[in-house]
């Protein structure tokens, strides 16, 4: 494995999003949480900062979303289809550095991404901070400039990852549109997997309660990724449980890397 | 230790989508290389040439048998630090340049920035890519990349060269200059393996040949011994003759093509002489413009070939 060549494959691909304009959605966020900022202030009063942090954190993590599906289905399967993978490979470079390159350039597209709308948030956060009077600020639950919200936001970035090794180890053997399909579908269900888990209460046959318990240690658990309530509540995130939700992001993304490496590595390029 | 060397290489794709049947692309092929030769791959469409070049380089993994390239085997990455490869129809990234394609490709190949920046430019020249290499690739057309293709292919200076039809949608300015290009790499010791149908240009470049029909292969050698050298005829031009003095010329001819008003191109077989036509034609008045030995082409070859292939699988069948 070499860094070089990693960084190299990483560099096209961020190269790549930076000139389809794939950064143009930041420009929408900006114009989203400004115009909701200057709406809701003016009609709630103390809710308006709870307000404009959940649309900052629902609509990074919204357009993260799409960014990491609709380019993570095509990392692969494009070299594939435009037949690009032949000289690509006729050079020193291993399959698996291929995707991993690929994977990392995705990757620092979304940190760019994430980062930005992060520092367009604590932007608007600012600015409504200095145009409230003392008794509207005295009534917020946690602070505007709440450092609680990079927690937020670094979770919502490691969702962001899972779902791109979804998206790319689905590539790796399947369509764009079946990729698109199943990689949605691991998200939804992902978020509702914590319902398999006590599937005993609710049926009664043992195979089907042993085959949703199965399901629910296979399928992506997003649903810890998502601080948002008690964050916007002012609630303490633990480091312990942050670590752990990186940790089995870190794990669950190392699975689909490694499954998605060892299809591309054997795949036939007719 | 040759350049390239396979024995026994074989592939079979699955066909069908519920009950699998399998076809074989190349059957048993059995080739060695020697280092700095030009060698043409030849064979109609769907013989093998492309799964051939796909096995050396590992795009696709054989059914049986083995392929070493530089005395490696095929799949090892380092030795495609020391080889080049131009697919068939190259297609790069939209949206980068071809010098931003090569400077990507350069970093693969572990060249250093210097030598990149030197190499980049020059390569480019060779290839004749003027102001298009700062075009984003979407805008070029196909006999641009098919340019482009070449230059990433000789990026890294390579000891083994593989062309998968590289005259393929160039004009004959480009066609010559990959032409020049195969003799260069040759003169500087490269090892030039390509396939093609056109055969003037694998006349024109290699110095050995093998030929491809239905995945088998039918004839490789030198080019010297495929081909009989000896003359297997005359053809004789002649301007000014009557019909009188055809008509008697045509009794020793193969065949008499009129070519123009009382010009005619009259092929004689090689037992006949040459002189006597001459000697005709000039008793009534007419002059004989050109006498040339008729030679087999690579293409009489070839036909042959691939004709003995098929009667052969028609008889098996």
Known sequence: MSGG??????????????????????????????GAAVLVGQMTAGQDIKIIKDLGLAATSAFGLFIAVFIGIGLVWKELERHSVYSLLAK?????????????????????????????????LAC???????????????????????????LIYVQLLLVTAIALFFSTFS???????????????????????????????????????????????????DVTAPVVHGQAVSPGYVAMTIGYGAVYVAFLLAAGAHIFARRDFK | MHAIDTEDLTKDYALGFWRKRPYRALDRLTLAVEPGEVFGLLGPNGSGKTTTLKLLLQLVFPTGGRAEILGRPAGDVSVRRRIGYLPENPYFYDHLTAVELLDYFG???????????????????????????RLALRRCSKGMLQRVGLAQALLNEPE????????????????????????????????????????????A????????????????????????????????????????AIERVRAMAA?????????????????ARPDVVMAEMTAVGASVVSINPLRDTLEDYFMRQVAEHVRERQVRA
């Open chain 2, 205 to 244: 470049v290699c110095s050995r040949v093998a030929i491809l029909a239905g995945g088998r292969l039918v004839a490789s050698g030198l080019l010297t011994d495929l081909l009989a050298f000896g003359i297997k005829g005359w053809e004789v031009v002649v301007e000014g003759a009557d019909t009188a």
């Open chain 1, 128 to 154: 409504m901070w200095w145009i409230s009077p003392e008794n509207i600020r005295a009534s917020w639950e946690s602070p505007a400039l709440d450092p609680a919200l990079l927690v937020a936001f670094l």
């Open chain 2, 255 to 271: 065949r008499v093509t009129p070519i123009a008003e009382r010009r005619y191109a009259v092929e004689l077989p090689s037992t």
């Open chain 1, 175 to 225: 369509s764009p549109m079946l990729s698109a399909v199943l990689t949605f579908g691991f998200y939804v269900i992902g978020h509702f997997n914590a319902d398999l888990k006590h599937f005993e209460t609710v049926i009664a046959s043992a195979p089907l309660v042993w085959l949703t318990r199965a399901l629910y240690y296979l399928l992506p658990n997003l649903a810890p990724f």
């Open chain 2, 160 to 203: 083994v060269v593989f062309l998968d039809e590289p005259m393929s949608g160039l004009d004959p300015i480009g066609r010559r200059m990959v032409r020049e290009l195969i003799l260069g790499l040759r003169d500087r010791g490269a090892t030039v393996f390509f396939s093609s149908h056109i055969l003037s240009d694998a006349e």
């Open chain 1, 92 to 124: 020193p470079v291993r399959r698996t550095e291929l995707v991993l390159g690929k994977y990392l350039g995705l990757a620092f597209t979304l940190l760019v991404n994430v980062a930005v709308m992060a520092a367009v948030l604590y932007v608007v």
């Open chain 2, 107 to 133: 970093r693969l190949l572990g060249i250093g920035a210097a030598d990149r920046a030197a190499r980049i430019p020059r390569l480019l020249d060779q290839v004749g890519l003027g102001a298009e290499r």
């Open chain 1, 5 to 34: 060549r990693l960084g190299a494959v990483a560099l096209s691909v961020f190269r790549e999003s930076v000139r389809d304009r794939v950064f143009y959605n930041l420009l929408l966020f900006a114009v989203l949480l400004v």
